[in-house]
């Protein structure tokens, strides 16, 4: 069964960091796009991050540029998302997703109806 899980969320105060890990099982992530969405109570869904399949290339929301990286771990089968400086506003529940859809080894998109596969979701809360 092709599954991602996400881990790593929590409770942080402002300024404060996270990293963030997406766990590939049934599959290998590495031939794939992945991208990290998040979702605040009341709100759309919105892409923040992602990595084409060869990891030459990564994208961020103006949100989070400069405070949030994306890499990936081949052999670990995982995708990160370190999150630095986080503000009250990136409290949300954090979602990675997966395609291996054609031109994934070109380009990566931020819109969440271009990935196939998605994990269950982490909370992440940024409060003093």
């Known amino acids: 069964q092709l599954q991602l899980v996400e881990s790593g969320g929590g409770l942080v105060p402002p300024g404060g960091s996270l990293r963030l890990s997406c766990a590939a099982s049934?599959?290998?992530?590495?031939?794939?796009?992945v991208g990290w969405f998040r979702q605040a109570p009341g709100k759309e869904r919105e892409g923040v991050s992602c990595?084409?399949?060869?990891?030459?290339?990564?994208y961020y929301s103006q949100s989070v540029k400069g405070r949030f990286t994306i890499t990936r771990d081949k052999a670990k089968n995982t995708v990160y998302l370190q999150m630095n400086n986080l503000k009250s506003e990136d409290t949300a529940v954090y979602y990675c997703?997966?395609?291996?859809?054609?031109?994934?080894?070109?380009?990566?998109?931020?819109?969440?109806?271009?990935?196939?596969?998605w994990g269950q979701g982490t909370q992440v809360t940024v409060s003093s």
């Open positions: 049934g599959f290998s992530l590495n031939g794939y796009a």
């Open positions: 990595i084409i399949s060869t990891d030459i290339l990564t």
């Open positions: 997703a997966g395609t291996g859809a054609v031109g994934s080894d070109l380009v990566c998109s931020m819109g969440s109806h271009n990935y196939d596969y």
